[in-house]
Structure formats: C-alpha cells, structure tokens
C-alpha cells in the first residue's frame, strides 16, 4: 500500500495535493476546465433553484478519483452562498456521528459525502428519511421502554460522491434528484488545467510543455497538476529556475518511469504478467490483483479505468483481456 501511495500518477489524494488543493482548486463553474454537459446542467439546476429560493436538489456526482468531484461540491456551495459540510463513507462509523451532523445542519447547508459507497448499511438507512423528508427517527431504550424520537432537520442539500455508481444501493441512489458522471479530460483540457496552475504558482511553463505533462497525466486533472509540481521542482534544481520547457519535460518524465501513455511501473508490469504470465487472459481482477501483490480495489479504482479507456484493457465476462495495442506498446518498452 506504502508503495502504491508514491506513485506519481495515482489518482488518489495525497498529503501534497491537499496541501496544493486550496490554491490549484477551481473556485467557480467559469473556472472550471472541461466536462461541458455536466457544467451547463448544473449551471441551469443552480439557477434555478436560486430562483425559487430552495435549496438545490440532492445530487450525486460519479467517476474515477481525482476528476473534480470534490471542487464541483465546493463550487455548487460557493455559488449557493450555502456553508459545507465534508466527510466521507468511512469516516461516518456510526448512526449516532451521522445524526450529529444532520442535526447541525442549518437551513441550506450543503453535506458532502464522499465514497458514498462506502457507508455502511445501518448508518445509510438513516440517511434515506433525512433526504426525502429532512427528518430522522431513532430508537432509545430497549424492550418495552423502547421509543421512537422523530427529529425535524432544516432542509439541506446532499452532495455524495462516489468512484462506483453502480455499488450504490437503488434506496439511496433513487433519493438524488441530479446526476452527474464525470469523464475523463481530454489532452487539450488537462494542458489549459496545466496553465492555469503553472500561473497561479509563477512559474513560466511553455505551451508544448504543458501539452507535453497533459498527455502522461491519464485524463486526470489531479495528476496533471501533480506532474505539474514535479516539473516544477526538476526546473528550480537543473536550471535554478521556475520555467518549465519540453525537453525538460521530457527527461523528468523519463527519469520518473512515465512513459507517453502516462503509464508508470505498476501499469506496465499489470500488462507484462497478463501478456506473459496469462497468455493475454481473460483472467480475474481477483487473481491479477493476487499475482501483483495488490489489492483489488487500488487495481478496479485506479489502475484499470483508465487502461481501458485508452483501449489497452478490455473487460470481458471472464476476466480481464489484454489488447494488441497494449501488447505492442509493452514490446516498445
Ligand atoms: P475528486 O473529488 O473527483 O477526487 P477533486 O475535485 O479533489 O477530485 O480534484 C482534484 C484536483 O484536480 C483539484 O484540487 C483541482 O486542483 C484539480 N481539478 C479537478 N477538476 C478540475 C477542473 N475541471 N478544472 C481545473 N482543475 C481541476
């Protein structure tokens, strides 16, 4: 695990990108780069709650880690001019800590919940009255003593975010109103998300530079800008300055195992063992995640999508499949 968190193109939030996050976030719908369907349906739901003068409907955003689901539940409030409240699945152990926060919602208030997959089965049934009628019930005392309190909530809004639509449980997905599945960037928009950043942190990053860094940052925008940084710092030690041009680029990428494809160590040896190991599959998630020493979910999470999104992975009902592509990329390596 210690292992895979070192990984520069992982997708995950590290102790860095939350020390960075508050200066590269995008603060307004204006400023965020790409997914152009889910901005301008937001924009309109925004709007229009604004105008009736409610809170905005529960909404649930989905996709891979690191694509801006967090800086859109920020934004969403920034724009309601509402307070957040963030926390996650994991982090809500039990009923009694949700409840302790449903109850210090104010009116308008936004929760946003991350992993909201991962809830557990007893605190999410409490969830499902808060959101359709702002109200929670619990049970104190036991036996014949046993009673119902009913508590009222001011009307809040529900952000969750979740890596996995589909683990989500029908009861808790049919109680979002708004949906919003976050694909990965293209090139051209990781490179504008590069710029931005290089700007804000002054540094004078060169155009090709920067499409350079966005074609290896895996349609992520976490990553680009993690790439960003670290090109950053290879400019200061070789040059003594904070200009980033392509040759640069190149190098640093190279000296870090990055190859063209954005593809690291872990991806390539994923590839190498299906190829060789498992004459090209099908074969399990389970079985691969085993013969990597990996878990399964850092591989369904953070290595596969995007290996199938550039059409070196297909996912067959058998198992995972190699494709020719990516066998001739391994060969190239
Ligand atoms: P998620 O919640 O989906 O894991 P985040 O919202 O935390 O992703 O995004 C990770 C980082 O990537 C943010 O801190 C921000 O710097 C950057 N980022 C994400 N989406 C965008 C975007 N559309 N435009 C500009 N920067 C973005």
Redesign the pocket.
């Known amino acids: 695990m210690e292992e895979e968190r070192k990984r520069i193109v992982f ?3 590290n102790e860095e ?1 939350r020390v ?2 508050l200066s ?3 603060s307004s719908l204006d ?5 152009k369907d889910v901005v301008a349906n937001l924009k309109v739901a925004l709007e229009a709650a604004k105008h009736r003068n409610e809170p905005v409907e529960h909404m649930l ?1 989905s ?10 539940a920020n934004i969403v409030a920034h724009q309601m001019s509402a307070r957040i409240t963030v926390t996650s699945g994991p982090a809500i152990e039990r009923a009694g800590d949700l409840i302790g926060i449903l109850t210090n919602l104010e009116q308008g208030d936004i929760l946003f919940i ?1 992993e909201i997959h991962r809830l557990s089965k007893t605190v999410e049934e409490f969830l499902y009255p808060a959101m359709e009628g702002f109200k929670v019930d619990f049970i104190v005392d036991k036996g014949q003593f046993a009673k119902t309190i009913n508590f009222s909530l001011k009307p809040f809004t529900l952000i969750g ?1 979740t890596t996995r639509s589909g683990l989500l449980a029908s009861p808790l997905r049919d109680r979002f109103g708004l949906f919003y599945h ?1 694909e990965f ?1 293209e090139p051209q ?1 990781l490179k504008e ?1 590069v710029l ?2 290089a700007k804000k942190l002054n540094v004078l990053m060169a155009d090709d530079a920067a499409l350079e860094i966005a074609r290896r940052a895996r349609g992520t ?2 990553i ?2 993690r790439l960003f940084r670290r090109m950053r710092d290879y400019a200061q030690v070789k040059t003594g300055k904070a200009e980033v041009e392509i040759n640069l680029v190149r190098n640093a990428m190279g000296t870090l195992g990055i190859d063209e494809y954005g593809l690291d160590e872990l991806d390539r040896r994923l590839l190498k063992i299906l190829h060789q190991q498992y004459k090209g599959g099908p074969v399990g998630i389970e079985t691969l995640a085993a013969t990597l020493n990996e878990e399964t979910d850092t591989l369904v999470d953070v290595v596969e999508p995007f290996l199938l999104k550039i059409g070196f992975l297909r996912r067959t009902s058998r198992g995972r499949e190699i494709t020719e592509e990516a066998v001739k990329h391994i060969k190239k390596a």
């Open positions: 997708n995950q939030e990108d960075y996050s590269l976030r995008p400023e965020f780069v790409g997914q955003f996709g891979p880690p690191g694509l801006g689901k967090t800086s859109l991350d975010a976050l960037y928009e998300i931005r950043s925008p976490r680009a800008n």
